[in-house]
């Protein structure tokens, strides 16, 4: 339940936070590429979601009272968990807008019975077992229980890199395939506001 928190809590963040940057925000410095912009507000994501990360494993360790058998690494567990998270909804909601979001809880459905942690893999549908590697939350949940359970051969730090694979897609999306995205996403994010629904 701890990684459902930090995904839940990303995609709450992207809904709170706003994802683009007003030009009348930066009235000093007009001059901000988009990728500057891209990157300095994610700063502020990535700092409230360590903030969630650090309450969640902390609140794990302290109230809920939970053995871990190497809470430090549960704590730095958490705060990678939390700064892919974020990297990952941010740059959804900031590239797809709307539809961004509604791709963030799709993909929450699919990660609570596809990622193992719920159920185990071997009495999932094969289907579920085919795409598991390739969902975020599995690498989170498998690194989340090799911090819990005790480190084995690794399998912490294979878990966290495999997960900080998925930032390279993120960011590639946000740094370089968002740009051509910027202008549709206007015209699309004004037709939706003029439609006074969302």
């Not at 999306?173 to 969302?198: C, N, W, Y």
Request: aromatic share 10%; glycine share 8%.
């Amino acid at each position: 339940y701890m990684v459902l928190a930090l995904w839940v809590g990303a995609l709450l963040m992207t809904v709170a936070i706003r994802v683009d940057v007003k030009a009348d925000v930066l009235p000093g410095r007009p001059d901000l590429t988009p990728a500057q912009q891209y990157l300095g507000r994610y700063g502020i994501f990535a700092l409230v979601g360590l903030a969630q990360a650090s309450l969640v494993t902390t609140g794990l360790i302290l109230f809920v009272q939970i053995e871990a058998r190497h809470p430090v690494l549960l704590i730095l567990t958490g705060w990678i968990i939390s700064i892919v998270f974020t990297l990952l909804i941010y740059t959804a909601v900031a590239a797809f807008s709307n539809a961004g979001k509604a791709l963030a809880v799709l993909l929450l459905v699919v990660q609570i019975s596809g990622s193992g942690g719920a159920y185990p893999l071997a009495v999932l549908p094969q289907w579920f077992r085919q795409i598991s590697p390739f969902l975020p939350a599995t690498h989170a949940i498998d690194a989340v229980r090799s911090a819990i359970a005790g480190v084995y051969g690794g399998d912490l730090w294979a878990s966290l890199g495999l997960l900080c694979l998925f930032a390279f897609p993120a960011l590639l999306i946000g740094l370089v395939l968002r740009r051509p995205l910027i202008q549709f996403k206007r015209g699309l994010t004004e037709a939706l506001e003029s439609t006074k629904l969302m």
